[in-house]
């Protein structure tokens, strides 16, 4: 990844990153308390850990992280009330939030529905970065993470869905998801660990 120009006055400078793979995290900054929850409870440490080295080899390949995430309460655009937001709900809820912490450095973009694309800014910042690639990873698979891999189709970028690094509700409709992700949307379905991000960030896998 390299940096634009200091003087760049595009998006009045606040996209300083050109990265041709980006690292999607959508809805991780979550206090989990909505109906049928219970699965998606007992999988959230697990899910948090898989994000969290995901995100970490991210890091060290200079590829950056955006995180997506609905707004909690009064809308105010600002990360840092959906984060205590989250922290203030019972351990169990909580694991997802506390392990996936946005950094400084991270972009953060929030969203009135479930697709990460609408009525937000993350058009404007993939394109400006020329993303043509990402990984999208965080819950629920057969909501916003599926809708928000069809609108990456329609925009003809490539999609990485490592499955153990997203969750849905059930077995069933997170199968459902993920087999509707790869037959109509192009996604590319696999392991976080055996994600090669030289070779996608270059365009060869």
Not at 43 to 63: D, F, P, T, V, Y
Request: glycine residues 4%; positive net charge.
């Amino acid at each position: 990844m390299s940096k634009r120009n200091e003087g760049a006055t595009d998006l009045h400078g606040n996209v300083p990153d050109v990265a041709r793979l980006a690292l999607l995290l959508v809805d991780v900054i979550n206090d989990l308390s909505f109906p049928g929850n219970a699965q998606l409870i007992r999988q959230a440490a697990k899910l948090g850990s898989e994000i969290l080295e995901l995100k970490q080899r991210c890091r060290r390949a200079g590829i950056p992280a955006i995180y997506i995430n609905d707004n909690s309460g009064k809308w105010r655009s600002d990360i840092r009330s959906v984060v205590a937001h989250s922290l203030r709900a019972p351990a169990s809820h909580r694991a997802l939030t506390e392990q996936l912490l946005p950094q400084p450095d991270d972009y953060v973009v929030l969203k009135p529905k479930h697709s990460a694309f609408y009525a937000t800014p993350l058009d404007a910042l993939l394109e400006y970065m020329n993303t043509k690639s990402v990984i999208l990873t965080g819950v629920t698979s057969h909501s916003c993470i599926l809708l928000t891999a069809a609108e990456l189709y329609i925009r003809d970028l490539k999609v990485y869905v490592p499955q153990n690094c997203v969750a849905g509700l059930t077995p069933r409709q997170h199968r459902t998801a993920l087999r509707v992700m790869e037959d109509s949307f192009g996604v590319k379905l696999c392991d976080s660990k055996r994600l090669n991000l030289r070779r996608i960030a270059e365009g060869k896998a």
